[in-house]
């Protein structure tokens, strides 16, 4: 009933919005451009012929469209604000997706509990766009259970949503115990959830078809592949889309031998989409790997401050119904390390 209840709201905010934008839309703002929900994509074309090192806040067209985004989702101070009071800043970590921080000037009081500071992310991966609607109903799904940033706008081509002054984890952090208990607990919940979304789990095998496709529509032979000595060891020469098609099919051999449960999962849980708040992140003792493994649980960090918060899982671009061991096993091969799969596998 409460999925119901969200996801009918979800539509009903959707198409409020829609409403409210073709209203506005007739009004004369001579200083704003003329923008109803179709037309946000156009914020792609500006950002894709920006240069890497360009101050964003002298871009007065990706400016305005900016200003007009926040005004209309999250109102308040924002609406009354001039343009000039609005900062944008480029946060660098997005894979596939562009991320900025969208600040208010402190001289502007709050009027209605808005926020003075949103993420603004815009999708650039054609997948992504594919599935908006799923990965909409997941995002709000989770803003909801408190198991990710709240959720403040839906337009196309991106969403609004809360900033978390945070930093991602390191390979050696999410290997530590504690943490990997507290990763643990936390993608357990993720788990349970119950998603209104498609229950089979074929993603991974229709992604890795889909990809090989795309591989072998590209020329033979004009790219050259340097592979670190580290790696090479464990890579068969030479590699060909015939080779990696006879690994596909092993692969889909072995899951469906396989008895893991299906589960909504994550599909890309690195160290990268875990987030420490940043209250905590100076808090956070870090030995080598090899002090904590000799001197036991008792030289790493219990607890990240006094109040203990959450960690926070973000980017569920590619989450998904899927077999729940194939997660575990992502996070093994990032942290090279069985210690979080052990506690996975207890918490479920």
């Given at each position: 009933m409460q999925i119901l209840t969200f996801s009918m709201n979800l539509k009903l905010v959707s198409n409020e919005t829609r409403k409210k934008m073709s209203s506005d839309s007739t009004d004369e703002e001579p200083q704003r451009p003329r923008i109803v929900d179709g037309h946000f994509r156009g914020m792609k074309e500006i950002l894709s012929t920006m240069e890497p090192d360009t101050d964003l806040n002298t871009v007065s067209e990706l400016k305005e469209r900016v200003h007009l985004l926040c005004a209309r989702f999250l109102g308040g101070a924002w609406k009354n604000a001039p343009l000039d009071d609005l900062r944008i800043?480029?946060?660098?970590g997005g894979m596939s997706n562009m991320l900025f921080l969208c600040k208010l000037s402190e001289r502007h009081r709050p009027i209605r509990n808005e926020p003075d500071k949103v993420l603004l992310r815009v999708y650039f991966n054609p997948e992504t766009e594919s599935h908006l609607v799923a990965e909409s109903v997941i995002f709000t799904l989770l803003s909801e259970r408190h198991l990710g940033p709240k959720l403040y706008g839906i337009f196309s081509g991106g969403r609004l949503e809360e900033y978390i002054p945070s930093r991602p984890l390191s390979c050696r952090e999410i290997?530590?115990?504690?943490m990997s208990g507290k990763i643990a607990k936390r993608l357990a919940k993720v788990h349970q959830l119950e998603v209104p979304i498609w229950k089979e789990p074929d993603y991974i095998c229709d992604a890795l078809d889909r990809w090989l496709y795309q591989l072998m529509q590209t020329p033979s032979g004009e790219s050259t592949f340097n592979i670190s000595d580290e790696y090479s060891s464990f890579i068969p020469e030479p590699v060909t889309c015939q080779t990696i098609a006879r690994e596909f099919d092993h692969l889909r051999l072995m899951i469906s031998k396989s008895k893991s449960p299906v589960a909504f999962c994550h599909n890309d849980l690195q160290e990268g989409n875990i987030l420490l708040p940043k209250a905590s992140s100076g808090n956070?003792?870090?030995?080598?790997?090899s002090d904590e493994f000799e001197n036991g649980p008792t030289n790493t960090l219990s607890?990240?401050?006094?109040?203990?918060?959450?960690?926070?899982?973000i980017d569920f671009e590619y989450a998904s119904y899927n077999y729940r061991d194939l997660t575990l096993q992502t996070i093994s091969s990032s942290t090279?390390?069985?210690t979080i799969v052990t506690r996975l596998l207890f918490t479920q």
């Open positions: 800043s480029r946060i660098k290997a530590l115990s504690a956070i003792r870090l030995p080598s790997l607890a990240f401050n006094p109040a203990d918060p959450k960690l926070v899982l090279r390390s069985t």
